[in-house]
């Protein structure tokens, strides 16, 4: 038999209207702790679950979080995911997750979609510089936040990395092992990520006094492991001195440079240095284990959904704030001295 409320009420020896406020985190703190604390004891013990259809229709709300996420194969999301759910779930909030698999017209598809299961706010992990997606919901009014990405002009709240700091700390970790031929794999150009790191690294050449014609750059065509692997095959066939290392605009990339540099019997770092971004599981497990930056992505998104919530809960629009979470750097194996 499926408990009620008014099954937990009577064993909690309250009123139901009393049960239904120590059930809900937005009411909550109108009943006292050790009555709340007494209900959610036998709420768990009775396998009560609440009526959410009944709860949305009195509220006028779903409970329901849109996240979209570009691609649920990278490794850089997970953790993202679970920082978010770990702030929704006592909210009593949940996540309906869809994978964009970073095309712009899927996007907008699935955001209809969430928007039709009428969402109380939204996640993005999708944003495009110039997005669509963005652009709309900021025309209805609708609570979202970025994460990991920004866009051209900061119209909603985000939390990501500190990309031009990241980028400096890779120069000055490359310049101090000896290295003045660095060259670029930039990540592709539409993504804040990738444009960002792109004209961090010319301007960080550039005031540390190294010569622009000795660190050149080939932006990629998406964020994988074939596009690093392509885009070091173009390095390699360049004109020139082949660079002592290569910074790499994300850990997906590096891996397939680490694999075009053994295809080209190359050796890492004993010809080539090797450098990624974020920091993803495995990197620390791969042959070389790789030098990179510890993007916090569990903060990262725990962070997001707290803003989020505030947003939903009070109804106040918060201001478009950047929230820039350090990334430390991580040495391993793939970077060392100039031979």
């Not at 009428?118 to 900021?138: Q, Y």
């Not at 000795?214 to 932006?219: A, E």
């Not at 990624?276 to 962070?303: Q, V, Y």
Request: include cysteine.
């Amino acid at each position: 038999m499926v408990a009620t409320l008014a099954d937990v009420a009577e064993a909690a020896g309250v009123h139901p209207g009393t049960a239904s406020k120590a059930l809900n985190p937005e009411s909550r703190h109108l009943v006292a702790a050790e009555t709340v604390k007494r209900v959610l004891e036998i709420a768990t013990k009775l396998n009560y679950q609440p009526n959410s259809l009944a709860r949305g229709l009195r509220t006028k709300r779903s409970y329901t979080i849109g996240f979209m996420v570009p691609d649920l194969n990278n490794p850089l999301f997970p953790p993202i995911v679970r920082g978010v759910e770990e702030v929704l779930g006592p909210a009593g909030l949940s996540a309906l997750i869809v994978n964009t698999d970073n095309d712009p017209k899927k996007g907008m598809q699935l955001f209809d979609a969430l928007v039709n299961r009428r969402c109380d706010g939204f996640i993005l992990a999708t944003a495009f510089r110039n997005d669509p997606v963005v652009k709309e919901i900021v025309k209805r009014k609708i609570p979202a936040v970025l994460v990991n990405r920004l866009t051209e002009a900061p119209t909603l709240p985000a939390v990501v990395g500190d990309e031009s700091r990241e980028v400096r700390d890779a120069i000055e970790h490359l310049v101090r092992l000896g290295h003045k031929r660095i060259a670029h794999i930039a990540g592709p150009q539409n993504l804040s990520t990738g444009y960002i790191r792109f004209h961090a690294f010319k301007n960080v050449i550039q005031s540390a006094g190294l010569k622009e014609s000795n660190c050149p750059t080939i932006v990629s065509t998406a964020y994988n492991e074939i596009a690093g692997t392509d885009a070091v095959k173009k390095l390699l066939a360049s004109p020139g001195a082949k660079p002592t290392a290569i910074l790499a605009a994300n850990d997906q990339l590096a891996i397939g440079v680490l694999d075009g540099l053994k295809e080209a019997k190359l050796s890492c770092p004993e010809d080539i240095s090797v450098m990624g971004f974020n920091d993803i599981p495995m990197m620390a497990r791969i042959h070389p284990s790789l030098t990179t930056f510890a993007l916090p992505k569990h903060e990262m998104g725990f962070k997001a959904a707290e803003i989020l919530r505030a947003w939903i809960e009070t109804g106040t629009t918060p201001e478009p704030t950047i929230v820039y979470l350090p990334c430390p750097l991580v040495v391993r194996e793939s970077t060392g001295p100039v031979a």
